[in-house]
């Protein structure tokens, strides 16, 4: 999967990326999380500060909704793995 040219948020192919999105991505990495603790966490009303939505624009990260007993649930996606690899190397 690869990242769109530009999300929403503005982000674009070889923009640096927020050292504040890859704490998100460590925090989801340990385990998913349910949607409203996501959002409790990371979502921010200042127009500068798009953490969430620039996870969501890279593909970093996915919601999905498993069933209609399940509360909807936060994962890290495959090419936000290879994002913290990649940041974690020399």
Same mark, same amino acid.
């Given at each position: 999967?690869?990242?769109?040219?530009?999300?929403?948020?503005?982000?674009?192919?070889?923009?640096?990326?927020?050292?504040?999105?890859?704490?998100?991505?460590?925090?989801?990495?340990?385990?998913?999380?349910?949607?409203?603790?996501?959002?409790?966490?990371w979502r921010t009303s200042c127009p500068r500060l798009t953490i969430w939505?620039?996870? @969501?624009? *890279?593909?970093?990260?996915? $919601?999905?909704?498993?069933?209609?007993? !399940?509360? /909807?649930? @936060?994962? *890290?996606?495959?090419?936000? $793995?290879?994002?913290?690899?990649?940041? !974690?190397? /020399?």
């Amino acid at each position: 999967m690869s990242s769109p040219a530009q999300g929403l948020s503005g982000v674009a192919p070889g923009e640096p990326i927020n050292p504040l999105v890859f704490d998100l991505l460590e925090w989801l990495a340990v385990r998913a999380r349910p949607y409203s603790e996501a959002m409790e966490v990371w979502r921010t009303s200042c127009p500068r500060l798009t953490i969430w939505e620039d996870a @969501v624009d *890279l593909g970093y990260v996915v $919601r999905r909704h498993d069933g209609a007993a !399940a509360p /909807p649930t @936060v994962f *890290l996606t495959a090419d936000g $793995r290879q994002a913290l690899e990649r940041r !974690a190397r /020399p």
